[in-house]
């Protein structure tokens, strides 16, 4: 008998590794019925017996855990669910589904249901009800992704929760449950767990697409079967078919429930230059829309064919990667055809996959307009799954694609992987960035101080006696510009105080043992740097001093250990508050950790990062003491590496380095700090390289306005042109530009080499009037960076939105003499101006924003952009002050007319363990209770 049993066990094992190839999953696009002319595809084109399982796309979520239709006139009014059902009668053995989710949707909704036990049941019951009501086989999730796209740190766990609650409930009605996944092995880690989502679906339909598209800069397979031998890096090496495959087996998924994904569409790139039409060849954006799907940067199938049929396009063929592209002009597409895709097919079998599915059949050549017979793509799948087995004739296509040798740098891996576009959906739905802003409260305000609200005892205003005062100047600066020679050597000796409200000194880090240690011992401790900046603080006592506690080149590795063993962070607190207090009487401590979870660290980090702030805040706020960290910019962040709802809590003030949004390593030239979102990126990951974007992103995620500082920088970053004649944003590069004389780091000059550089050569400097931002160029030198007029608009920005100051990092890299005729500090001052600070006894230069006369030059550029390049000046007096724009002053702030005496306080009765009580004959005060303080 129990031999039997093995043996038994034995079939099925084998059984389950040889699993046949049988299972064709494919999306039907519902929109498609708005299409003109040959794209229009609707219910009664679907060929039924091309599949075993369609997936009718998309339905949606709302807010309270319910199923929700997303076009009620398609679907219902014009019976859009009822007519798909109806195809059974065409293939009774068909499997029918409904899918919901898709690009469109993000993650919030999903995120948020996940993550409650009481929005996930009424999701599930929701789901039956409504599989039930109109028909369906079964359900598809296509949530896109877990963790990401508005989604939490928790969702990976929630994600499976979900599998399982739907599981159970579709096992009692006979129903089918599969979800759709992004490909690459980077999801693993964050957005699926394999084994676990392994135990409960049906079926996993892999997105094996969308691997290169026109945001690379450089064209690229859509779907590659293989790599390039020079995709060899971390990213590069993922984005191909083969690779996602074989992460996923390898992860725990069961071969015979992986579908691998076949496009139908492939994606268009416009060329920098038709004399280069290979795969990696340099692309200045998306190619041109076709006439149905009218999305730039991708076409249907039918679209690509249209054009081939038409003639005009060169046809060749990666023997590499498997995949054909074609060019015409400037014009170069990735796409599938038979061929092709009759290889993805048979490596599917070679690899016992369950099936293939395919997205998605309406973009499919369904009338055979193009000689190949109808759904020539679909057909082709069908046939090798359930045919022969033999190949489609191989197109007379022989050109293998080459690369140049030469290999670009990818960017680091602080971000996941190429999205999936809007292709899959009709159309893109940017983040809202709208904030609404109740009316003005009509309020007599004291000299300074805070005042109730007349009418609601929890809110109050703070007043100042005007606006002069209001927003703080911070100045951050590294102790490692003291070992630069000549004059660009700054140390702490010469920061112009009067020009701060706020100084950190960069100067500090962690052992491993947690005790506070020095980044330079020589220059801090021997040669007193610590006790010269304590004397600065002791000659200006309107600033607030504060150590910065960080270094960027060191990674997470120390600080993950640390903040993950309570004892080492008890030490930590302990050493940073002797350090602030005992030693050296400092006002607070600005931390700068690159990044939690990235860079050597650990998952746990974002959660343990909460802990040690919230420890170290409890001791720093009983000393009156700052907190303030540095952070990174983007939204991006958020899932990976800060809580910022917690973080809100212990933290006085947020400096964003809002910078270095671009550089070399995106392969094309581009603002390193734009202000605004450039016109043709419309991709979620394009549109947060902006300062607009970063604020709103940080005030969305939980951050108050008022505590967010914006950083800019004192540094340039250098770009080498490939082609000096292309300078234009999105111009192709080479890499790092050569290293400026003091910082002597390639890819980056101080704003001092900067002004020093372009006075001695004929630069053209060019004002980008749609972001907001500057840039210059110099045969194949092309340079970004934050001119003075810049920081005034930033400054107005600032006022604007509300936020609570703006700081220059790296202090140290503007031009701290004045040699470049612009008076000492010129940026520095700027940021002064910029936000209409006013400084006792301050020098003209704050209220000269800029001493360079700046003519504009004949230029055939586009009305986006002003060339602005600076003429010879020999005298200072013959030059042109630019006056930053006014802004009236608001009239709400007033003195009041009467004092009020405070009666004597009233302490609470009882106190909770550890919070805020509010004073029992006094709702304006509040007690803060301490256990054992």
Same mark, same amino acid.
């Given at each position: 008998?129990?031999?039997?049993l093995v043996?038994?066990?034995?079939l099925?094992?084998?059984?389950?590794i040889?699993a046949?190839?049988?299972?064709?999953?494919?999306?039907?696009?519902?929109?498609a019925?708005?299409?003109?002319?040959?794209?229009?595809?609707?219910?009664?084109?679907?060929?039924?017996?091309?599949?075993?399982?369609?997936?009718?796309?998309?339905?949606?979520?709302?807010?309270?855990?319910?199923?929700?239709i997303?076009?009620?006139?398609?679907?219902?009014?014009l019976?859009?669910y009822?007519?798909?059902?109806q195809?059974?009668q065409?293939n009774?053995?068909?499997?029918l589904?409904?899918?919901?989710?898709?690009?469109?949707?993000?993650s919030?909704?999903?995120?948020?249901?996940?993550?409650?036990d009481?929005?996930?049941?009424?999701f599930?019951?929701?789901?039956?009800t409504f599989?039930?009501?109109?028909?369906?086989?079964?359900?598809d999730?296509?949530?896109?992704?877990?963790?990401?796209?508005?989604?939490?740190?928790?969702?990976?766990v929630g994600?499976v929760?979900l599998?399982?609650d739907?599981?159970?409930?579709?096992?009692?009605?006979?129903?089918?449950?599969?979800i759709?996944?992004?490909?690459t092995?980077d999801?693993?880690?964050?957005?699926?767990?394999?084994?676990?989502?392994?135990?409960?679906?049906?079926?996993?339909?892999?997105?094996?697409?969308d691997l290169?598209?026109?945001w690379?800069?450089?064209?690229?397979?859509?779907?590659?079967?293989?790599?390039?031998p020079?995709?060899?890096?971390f990213?590069?090496?993922?984005l191909?078919?083969d690779?996602c495959?074989?992460?996923?087996?390898n992860a725990?998924?069961?071969?015979?429930?992986?579908?691998l994904?076949v496009?139908?569409?492939?994606?268009?790139?416009?060329?920098?230059?038709?004399?280069?039409t290979?795969?990696?060849?340099?692309?200045?954006?998306p190619?041109d829309?076709?006439?149905?799907?009218?999305?730039?940067?991708s076409?249907?199938?039918?679209?690509?064919?249209?054009?081939l049929?038409?003639?005009?396009?060169?046809?060749?063929?990666?023997?590499?990667?498997?995949?054909?592209?074609?060019?015409?002009g400037?014009?170069?597409?990735?796409?599938?055809n038979?061929?092709?895709?009759?290889?993805?097919?048979?490596?599917?079998k070679?690899?016992?996959?369950?099936?293939?599915?395919?997205w998605s059949?309406e973009?499919?050549?369904a009338?055979g307009?193009?000689?190949?017979?109808?759904?020539?793509?679909?057909?082709?799948?069908?046939?090798?799954?359930f045919?022969?087995?033999?190949?489609?004739?191989?197109?007379n296509?022989?050109?293998?694609?080459?690369?140049?040798?030469?290999?670009?740098?990818?960017?680091?891996?602080t971000?996941?992987?190429?999205?999936?576009?809007?292709?899959?959906?009709?159309?893109?739905?940017?983040?809202?960035?709208?904030t609404?802003?109740?009316?003005?409260?009509?309020?007599?305000?004291?000299?300074?101080?805070?005042?109730?609200?007349?009418?609601?005892?929890?809110?109050?205003?703070?007043?100042y006696?005007?606006?002069?005062?209001l927003?703080k100047?911070?100045?951050?600066?590294?102790?490692?510009?003291?070992y630069?020679?000549?004059s660009g050597?700054?140390?702490?000796?010469?920061?112009?105080?009067r020009?701060?409200?706020?100084?950190?000194?960069?100067?500090?880090?962690?052992?491993?043992?947690?005790?506070?240690?020095?980044?330079?011992t020589?220059?801090?401790?021997?040669?007193?740097?610590?006790?010269?900046?304590?004397?600065?603080?002791?000659?200006?006592?309107?600033?607030?001093?504060?150590v910065?506690l960080?270094?960027?080149?060191?990674?997470?590795?120390?600080f993950?250990?640390?903040m993950s063993?309570?004892?080492?962070?008890?030490?930590?607190?302990?050493?940073?508050?002797?350090?602030?207090?005992?030693?050296?009487?400092?006002?607070?401590?600005?931390?700068?950790?690159?990044?939690?979870?990235?860079?050597?660290?650990?998952?746990?980090?974002?959660t343990?990062?909460?802990?040690?702030?919230?420890?170290?805040?409890?001791?720093?706020?009983m000393?009156?003491?700052l907190?303030?960290?540095?952070?990174?910019?983007?939204?991006?962040?958020?899932?990976?590496?800060?809580?910022?709802?917690?973080?809100?809590?212990?933290?006085?003030?947020?400096?964003?380095?809002?910078?270095?949004?671009?550089?070399?390593w995106?392969?094309k030239?581009?603002?390193?700090?734009?202000?605004?979102?450039a016109?043709?990126?419309?991709?979620?990951?394009?549109?947060q390289?902006?300062?607009?974007?970063i604020?709103?992103?940080?005030?969305?995620?939980?951050?108050?306005?008022?505590?967010?500082?914006l950083?800019?920088?004192?540094?340039?970053?250098?770009?080498?042109?490939?082609?000096?004649?292309?300078?234009?944003?999105?111009?192709?590069?080479?890499?790092?530009?050569?290293?400026?004389?003091?910082?002597?780091?390639?890819?980056?000059m101080?704003?001092?080499?900067?002004?020093?550089?372009?006075?001695?050569s004929?630069?053209?400097?060019?004002?980008?009037?749609?972001?907001?931002?500057?840039?210059?160029?110099?045969?194949?030198?092309?340079?970004?960076?934050?001119e003075?007029?810049?920081?005034?608009?930033?400054?107005s920005?600032i006022?604007?939105?509300?936020l609570?100051?703006?700081?220059l990092?790296?202090?140290?890299?503007?031009?701290?003499?004045?040699?470049?005729?612009?008076?000492?500090?010129?940026?520095?001052?700027?940021?002064?101006?910029?936000?209409?600070?006013?400084?006792?006894?301050?020098?003209?230069?704050?209220?000269?924003?800029? #001493? =360079? +006369?700046? !003519?504009p &030059?004949?230029?055939? %550029?586009?009305?986006? *952009? $002003?060339?602005?390049?600076? /003429?010879? @000046?020999?005298k200072?007096?013959? #030059? =042109? +002050?630019l !006056?930053? &724009?006014?802004t009236? %002053?608001?009239?709400? *702030? $007033?003195?009041?007319?009467? /004092?009020? @005496?405070?009666?004597?306080?009233?302490?609470?009765?009882?106190?909770?363990?550890?919070?805020?009580?509010r004073?029992?004959?006094?709702?304006?005060?509040?007690?803060?209770?301490?256990?054992n303080?």
């Amino acid at each position: 008998m129990k031999a039997a049993l093995v043996a038994g066990l034995l079939l099925i094992s084998i059984a389950s590794i040889n699993a046949a190839t049988d299972r064709i999953v494919c999306y039907f696009g519902s929109w498609a019925t708005y299409r003109i002319g040959n794209g229009k595809f609707d219910v009664e084109d679907i060929n039924p017996n091309l599949c075993t399982h369609i997936m009718y796309t998309f339905v949606g979520l709302d807010t309270k855990g319910n199923v929700k239709i997303l076009d009620s006139w398609l679907d219902v009014s014009l019976g859009g669910y009822s007519r798909f059902v109806q195809l059974k009668q065409r293939n009774p053995s068909v499997k029918l589904m409904v899918s919901i989710g898709g690009w469109n949707e993000g993650s919030s909704a999903y995120s948020n249901m996940v993550n409650s036990d009481l929005l996930r049941a009424v999701f599930v019951e929701s789901a039956v009800t409504f599989v039930k009501r109109y028909g369906f086989d079964g359900f598809d999730v296509d949530w896109e992704y877990p963790t990401l796209r508005g989604g939490s740190v928790d969702d990976r766990v929630g994600f499976v929760k979900l599998l399982r609650d739907l599981r159970a409930r579709f096992d009692r009605e006979g129903l089918l449950l599969s979800i759709a996944t992004a490909a690459t092995a980077d999801y693993l880690r964050s957005a699926y767990d394999v084994i676990e989502i392994n135990k409960y679906v049906d079926f996993v339909n892999l997105m094996t697409y969308d691997l290169h598209a026109y945001w690379d800069a450089s064209t690229g397979a859509n779907a590659p079967l293989y790599p390039n031998p020079w995709e060899n890096g971390f990213t590069t090496s993922m984005l191909n078919v083969d690779a996602c495959v074989k992460a996923w087996l390898n992860a725990g998924m069961a071969a015979s429930k992986l579908n691998l994904g076949v496009p139908v569409f492939g994606h268009t790139f416009k060329l920098s230059s038709t004399a280069d039409t290979s795969i990696g060849a340099p692309t200045i954006g998306p190619g041109d829309a076709g006439p149905y799907t009218l999305e730039p940067g991708s076409l249907s199938y039918l679209e690509i064919c249209e054009k081939l049929t038409a003639g005009g396009y060169t046809q060749a063929f990666s023997n590499v990667q498997q995949v054909p592209y074609a060019f015409r002009g400037n014009q170069w597409i990735s796409y599938d055809n038979a061929y092709s895709i009759a290889l993805k097919v048979q490596y599917a079998k070679s690899m016992n996959l369950g099936g293939v599915m395919v997205w998605s059949i309406e973009s499919d050549d369904a009338r055979g307009i193009c000689g190949e017979g109808q759904h020539p793509i679909t057909a082709t799948v069908y046939k090798e799954v359930f045919g022969s087995g033999g190949t489609t004739s191989r197109p007379n296509t022989t050109t293998t694609s080459m690369r140049p040798s030469t290999t670009t740098t990818p960017r680091p891996a602080t971000t996941t992987t190429t999205p999936r576009p809007a292709t899959t959906t009709t159309t893109y739905r940017p983040p809202s960035i709208t904030t609404t802003v109740g009316p003005a409260p009509k309020l007599v305000c004291p000299a300074s101080g805070y005042l109730r609200d007349p009418t609601n005892c929890a809110r109050f205003y703070q007043c100042y006696p005007g606006l002069l005062r209001l927003h703080k100047v911070f100045c951050i600066l590294s102790n490692s510009a003291a070992y630069r020679m000549g004059s660009g050597k700054v140390t702490i000796d010469d920061v112009d105080a009067r020009l701060c409200t706020h100084i950190i000194y960069n100067a500090l880090s962690l052992s491993g043992t947690g005790m506070v240690k020095p980044l330079d011992t020589y220059t801090d401790i021997t040669n007193g740097g610590f006790s010269r900046y304590q004397a600065l603080c002791l000659k200006n006592p309107h600033v607030k001093c504060l150590v910065g506690l960080g270094d960027g080149a060191a990674g997470s590795k120390v600080f993950s250990r640390v903040m993950s063993e309570p004892a080492l962070r008890q030490t930590a607190v302990r050493s940073i508050m002797e350090f602030l207090r005992k030693q050296y009487q400092f006002d607070g401590l600005d931390f700068y950790w690159q990044y939690p979870v990235l860079k050597g660290g650990d998952p746990e980090d974002r959660t343990n990062f909460i802990a040690f702030l919230a420890e170290l805040s409890a001791n720093t706020r009983m000393e009156g003491l700052l907190l303030t960290l540095s952070v990174a910019p983007t939204d991006d962040y958020f899932m990976s590496s800060y809580d910022v709802p917690s973080m809100v809590r212990f933290v006085d003030y947020f400096n964003i380095a809002a910078f270095n949004l671009h550089s070399y390593w995106d392969g094309k030239t581009g603002h390193q700090a734009p202000l605004y979102v450039a016109g043709d990126e419309v991709t979620h990951h394009e549109r947060q390289l902006n300062v607009d974007a970063i604020v709103t992103g940080w005030i969305q995620a939980g951050a108050p306005a008022n505590r967010l500082v914006l950083g800019i920088t004192g540094t340039a970053n250098v770009f080498k042109l490939i082609n000096p004649a292309d300078s234009d944003i999105g111009a192709r590069t080479a890499g790092r530009g050569d290293a400026g004389p003091y910082t002597t780091t390639e890819g980056m000059m101080s704003y001092h080499e900067l002004c020093l550089e372009t006075a001695r050569s004929d630069w053209v400097t060019i004002l980008d009037r749609k972001q907001q931002a500057y840039y210059t160029h110099h045969g194949n030198l092309w340079v970004t960076y934050d001119e003075t007029s810049i920081v005034h608009l930033k400054g107005s920005y600032i006022i604007t939105r509300g936020l609570a100051g703006m700081a220059l990092f790296g202090l140290e890299n503007d031009d701290v003499r004045g040699e470049c005729g612009r008076g000492a500090f010129p940026l520095l001052n700027s940021v002064n101006v910029g936000l209409k600070r006013r400084i006792d006894d301050m020098s003209t230069e704050v209220t000269t924003p800029t #001493t =360079t +006369t700046l !003519k504009p &030059t004949t230029t055939t %550029k586009t009305a986006t *952009t $002003t060339t602005l390049k600076p /003429t010879t @000046t020999t005298k200072p007096t013959t #030059t =042109t +002050t630019l !006056k930053p &724009t006014t802004t009236t %002053k608001p009239t709400t *702030t $007033t003195r009041a007319t009467t /004092t009020t @005496t405070k009666a004597p306080a009233t302490f609470p009765l009882t106190c909770p363990k550890n919070g805020y009580v509010r004073d029992p004959s006094d709702c304006a005060v509040y007690y803060r209770c301490i256990p054992n303080g």
